[in-house]
């Protein structure tokens, strides 16, 4: 897989953006997605997943109440709508898919090591 993302750039405290997720060749409908942040100089964290079939959602406490995953595997998309970004918020935000796990609401975290395909990053700042 080639994972691309794309949807980042510069917004205001409190502002929305909505990150896209897709892969031109092959069918993404298998795979579990992920979202990860890694903020500057900070290691790579999860934020988000979603089952492959779009039925199973996990957010990380930070994200619950802001941030919104979903998917349209007709489309081979899967996206993060992001409200109320913060400061904190800033950095570059990857997908990524696996066939290894399933995507469980009962989840504590989300770990980078489950995640076999990444695409190249979008840079999001938070900044007024």
């Known amino acids: 897989l080639q994972l691309e993302e794309s949807g980042g750039g510069l917004v205001q405290p409190g502002g929305s953006l909505r990150l896209s997720c897709t892969e031109s060749e092959f069918d993404m409908a298998y795979y579990t997605v992920g979202w990860f942040h890694q903020a500057p100089g900070k290691e790579r964290e999860g934020v988000s997943c979603i089952s492959a079939r779009g039925d199973s959602t996990f957010l990380t406490e930070s994200a619950k109440g802001r941030f919104t995953i979903s998917r349209d595997n007709t489309e081979d998309m899967i996206y993060l709508q992001m409200d109320a970004l913060q400061a904190e918020d800033t950095g570059v935000y990857y997908c990524?898919?696996?066939?290894?796990?399933?995507?469980?609401?009962?989840?504590?975290?989300?770990?980078?090591?489950?995640?076999?395909?990444w695409g190249q990053g979008t840079q999001v700042t938070v900044s007024s």
């Open positions: 990524a898919a696996t066939l290894s796990i399933v995507c469980s609401p009962l989840a504590t975290e989300i770990e980078v090591t489950d995640y076999d395909y």
